[in-house]
């Protein structure tokens, strides 16, 4: 008696102790068959009601290694909003539109603190932290340190030393 059994590619689904709702979304962008698409559908709203976070399955992007501390609780990420590599978003942050079409995009290493609120089509920088509670409705540079609403200064932890010579 033989049995089939039905394998799917999963490249960059998600590390073993990723979020199931990123595991679903890239999934669902790498499957083609609608019944199946109907089914992570119906399995997706599941797990964000049980998770209380809404990302979309038809994200415009993200990138290998995003991490979501706390189950991702109360995680909001706007269809377009492009993520970097290696990010990490706390709970209660919003990536959302300001009124108009455009939605954020972080660059690669960006740590989001609990409750940050990024807004509009603002370009967050490699290697920035957002603190927590934040609005950010500007630009942010790389290496930047975000506090309070659009305060940015550079942050001495994370940027890279300068050689002078003497």
Sequence with gaps: MTSSVLVLPLKNVARPEGHPVLALVRLY???ESRVARRILRAVHRLVQLAHACDIPLECAKIGAGLLLPH???GV???PSTVIGINCCIF???TLGTNGDDEAPT????VELGPGASVLGGVKIGDYAQIGAGAIVTRDVPAYALVTGANRVRPNAKRFPA???AS
Excluded: A, E, F
């Design 76 to 78: 909001v990420i706007h």
């Design 91 to 93: 709970h209660h942050c």
């Design 106 to 109: 972080l660059g690669d290493c």
């Design 71 to 73: 189950r991702g609780i």
């Design 29 to 31: 962008q790498q499957t």
């Design 162 to 164: 300068k050689v002078v």
